[in-house]
């Protein structure tokens, strides 16, 4: 950050009295800029054995594949997120389903919420930020194109799942690229 969103003047980053991190704060106005990690909400969605996957057309990752997920906007709850980005990223429409991976990521400040969910109808299409959609049996899973260590994550946890024929919550810590 270079300059302050309330009154335009240049901020500068050091730890106000009180706090025990640096903050952009600005001399002028006196507005401090905190800067917290951001939520990531997207879902699995099943169709009998298989899941839909997308295949990116935006960076980072173009061209590698993801479940549809993305960050989470004002005003809206972590399920109305994961099925607007189901919606935004594969034309699916969804029933969502229970939380199934919460993921921190430290390194990006991130956290990912990750929804089971069923696809209501095979009506799903690429959207915008996509190239394409496809439903993949576990066999077929294209484990070396995946776009994100959470989506890998979670794949692995479901299918595991499902071998073990019992779906619960996880969370975890991905601290690596
Ligand atoms: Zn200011």
Not at 43 to 58: F, N, T
Not at 72 to 89: D, H, V
Not at 94 to 121: K, M, S
């Amino acid at each position: 950050m270079n300059f302050c969103s309330e009154c335009g003047s240049a901020v500068m980053l050091c730890v106000p009295t009180g706090d025990h991190l640096p903050r952009y704060v600005c001399p002028e106005c006196g507005t401090i800029h905190y800067q917290n990690p951001k939520m990531v909400v997207g879902c699995i969605p099943e169709w009998e054995d298989k899941v839909l996957l997308c295949r990116r057309a935006i960076e980072p990752r173009y061209g590698l594949w993801t479940l549809p997920a993305g960050f989470m906007e004002n005003g809206e709850t972590t399920l109305e997120g994961a099925a607007r980005e189901t919606w935004e990223e594969a034309r699916a429409r969804i029933e969502i389903g229970g939380l199934y991976t919460l993921y921190n990521v430290p390194h990006a400040n991130q956290v990912h919420f990750l929804f089971r969910a069923r696809l209501l109808d095979l009506d799903f299409q690429p959207g915008i930020e996509s190239l394409e959609t496809r439903l993949f049996a576990e066999a077929d899973i294209p484990w070396d194109k995946i776009a994100f260590r959470t989506v890998r994550a979670t794949l692995e946890q479901y299918f595991s799942d499902r071998r073990a024929g019992s779906f619960d919550f996880h969370f975890g810590d991905i601290r690596t690229r």
